[in-house]
């Protein structure tokens, strides 16, 4: 099995930064996309930011120019450093990840995600 957990979250003040943390553990063979959502209360699950393999990122409109998302392969870690936070940004961040499981001969894609940490901005 794959574990993702997630770190960094709290609480912090508009204009403040935060960078949260993902790391990945278990019966992993490689990682391909990794993503953050994030979700508020009485809201949808939204993505916030994407990482493939290559390293190449793409972001949502509302945190384009903010954030940035960035991975260490070697730690099977991805991070999103968030800079200008607002209060609107206040949310539980997942973390979700592709991974290739090898079972014997067989590699298969997996799809897992993490528990989430909350991300509170005061104003």
């Known amino acids: 099995q794959v574990q993702l957990v997630e770190s960094g979250g709290g609480l912090v003040q508009a204009g403040g930064s935060l960078t949260l943390s993902c790391a990945a553990s278990?019966?992993?063979?490689?990682?391909?996309?990794m993503r953050w959502y994030r979700q508020a209360p009485g809201k949808q699950r939204e993505l916030v930011a994407a990482?493939?393999?290559?390293?190449?990122?793409n972001y949502a409109d509302s945190v384009k120019g903010r954030s940035t998302i960035s991975r260490d392969n070697a730690k099977n870690t991805v991070y999103l450093q968030m800079n200008s936070l607002k209060p609107e940004n206040t949310a539980v961040y997942l973390c979700?990840?592709?991974?290739?499981?090898?079972?014997?001969?067989?590699?298969?894609?997996?799809?897992?995600w993490g528990q989430g940490t909350q991300v509170t901005v005061s104003s």
């Open positions: 278990g019966s992993i063979f490689s990682i391909n996309t």
């Open positions: 979700h990840a592709l991974v290739l499981v090898q079972t014997g001969v067989v590699t298969r894609q997996y799809a897992f």
């Open positions: 990482i493939n393999s290559g390293g190449n990122t």
